[in-house]
């Protein structure tokens, strides 16, 4: 299997100039202890790797230099050294192609949140199809919502890979997957998806843009949070300091583990506070708010 083994039968290999691996959201190893192995074979043989964000350690970076050269931005999720020493966004022209790379979400943490409200998709997608159009790109790559699609407006091919871990520790990817672009040399290009748990042939994404952002998303994602777990959510979040929410989501990630892993059915109330009483990080300050809404 290589990259170029996805290409559609109607293309002749000779007349590609350039194959691109499209990835996102790694979330490394938080939400991701090992990457597939599927994504080695996949990606095999492609000329560039291009990351769009939540990377997680930089190391998984490395692990995928393996397969080719990669370059990378950092998303809103991601690990301090990750947001240290990557770029919010870049341009990145292969084979005379113009690509335009970002993870796609707000820099300040407001507008992010604001910007999560309402399911209109293509309001969505407008702002990468603009911040593409500024650059003089061709094609947008983004990541940050776990959603494989492929959009086309004005002169702009907009593709988000889709993504290797869940979005947060409440919810179980269902579908880990990558991309392959392939620039032609007339500067035409073809896009494809695979889906890592079928890595022998194409996968075709089937989002409805026009459908709103929360069907397309559910298509993907599936919570793995008991309701009466998820009743205290909102009350962690307004109770807890940013870095102190942090480390409880990092805690968690430890049961969430065993959930991707079929090892529990759920996340409940008694296995996320069995693990984070048996956290030896908790400061007292952050046990006893926790004891207030898990006591």
Known sequence: MSALSFLPVSVEQSAVAAVVGLASDTHFPQRCRQ?????FDVLAGVDLILHAGDVGLLSVLDDLSRIAPVVA???NDDTTEAEREL?????APVAGVRLFLWHSHYQDPVAERASRIGDDMIEKLDRTVTAAQRAGAQIAVFGHWHIPLIYRQDSVTVVNPGAIASGNEFTRQLVQSVALLYVMKDRSYHIVHVDLANPHCRFEPEVDVYGGFAAALNRCSASIVTPELAAVVPALRALLTPDELRLVRAIVAQVAHRCWAGELP???????????EQSNNLPQTLREKLLSIFG
């Open 73 to 75: 931005v950092h998303g």
């Open 87 to 91: 770029p919010y966004q870049l341009v």
């Open 35 to 39: 990457l597939p192995s599927a994504i």
């Open 266 to 276: 759920a996340l409940d109330l008694d296995n996320v506070w069995e693990q984070l």
